[in-house]
């Protein structure tokens, strides 16, 4: 079996790129929203959505 492991790039307009390989979103989506607005998901378009979605819901919560 082949490691697939996360890479760390860091951009010239002072932000870092983080790939990291996984096969269920869910532990990941929560990884994700614990960052709030530090991150941003750029691919795959899928898990883009999917925090999206979950972001927007929670803003439903509050009323927004």
């Keep these: 079996a082949v490691a697939v492991l996360q890479r760390t790039l860091e951009r010239t307009d002072g932000r870092y790129e983080l790939s990291i390989p996984y096969r269920d979103p869910r532990e990941l989506v929560m990884d994700i929203l614990r960052h709030g607005a ?27």
């Design 38 to 64: 530090e991150i941003e998901v750029v691919t795959p378009e899928a898990l883009r959505t999917e925090v999206a979605e979950t972001l927007r819901r929670a803003l439903a919560q509050y009323g927004a």
